[in-house]
């Protein structure tokens, strides 16, 4: 394969992850929209009327933690074509772009070469739910919570100390306490599983730094470019080997006596 080919070949392949990518990163976006639509409509719902029931946001809450786990799992795949459009990006095109004096890294090669070989998620469950839940899903679940408090005390009018709002939390034959608790408990460990996973940071299709990757790639890449630079090398060589010999030819032509013979010159050019 000629440089010219593989650069062909990097451009489609390029576009192909990128095309993946923005498929994926959609599916992301439509996700989310479902659970802003759903957490929209049960606020309008619950507060367009004083009668209306307030456990209806916590339904909805663990409906929007379905979407959540929905998306971490998209998000997974999404990390898998992201990452291989950053590396190259830093590593191939970021090199086009060096000044000459700068050496290119072949490490995003080995590494892009692995990936496909032996191709896996980027990132674990729990980062991408960590991910997902800090960027939008946090803020989702305290509107929700703020507004299942809003309404007990509201409806049908403001309570009037902490033990008339117990009493209006009640659910069917659960106490109100207990619903209160479980909310507590609930936002709480989702607000702690949000700080809990910033630490996890495997995910490369959005951050990855230049030239540092995840894990030991294959050598083949390498050996495959460096055997390419050769061929090309021993191919200009022999390039230039045939325009001088054709040079030379040519300056035997013009070295030729005129007031030689018709057939002195044929014979000539016929050697």
Known sequence: MTPAEFNTAMIHFYRGEVQRSNTWRNRLDTTTNWAVITAGATLSFVFSSPNNPHFVIPINSILVAIFLLMEARRYRYYEIWSSRV??????????????????????????????????????????????????????????????????????????????????????????????????????????????GTLRLREATGEVLPKHEFSFQPLKRMTNWTANTTRRTTVRAKRARQRVRSRADTTAEYKKIDISETPDRRAEVNIR
Request: aromatic share 16%; hydrophobic share 55%; glycine share 4%.
């Open 86 to 195: 950053r590396i190259l990006e830093t590593g191939y095109f970021a090199n086009i772009l060096m000044p000459e004096n700068r050496p290119a890294d072949e490490s995003w090669a080995e590494h892009l070469a692995a990936d496909l070989t032996t191709p896996h998620f980027t990132i674990t469950e729990w980062e991408a739910v960590g991910r997902r839940l800090r960027r939008n899903y946090l803020w989702i679940f305290a509107l929700l919570a703020l507004s299942w408090n809003l309404k007990v005390y509201l409806s049908p009018l403001p309570a009037r100390d902490f033990n008339a709002f117990i009493d209006r939390a009640q659910v069917g034959i659960v106490p109100g306490w207990i619903v209160f608790v479980v909310g507590i408990l609930f936002n709480a460990a989702v607000f702690i599983f949000a700080i």
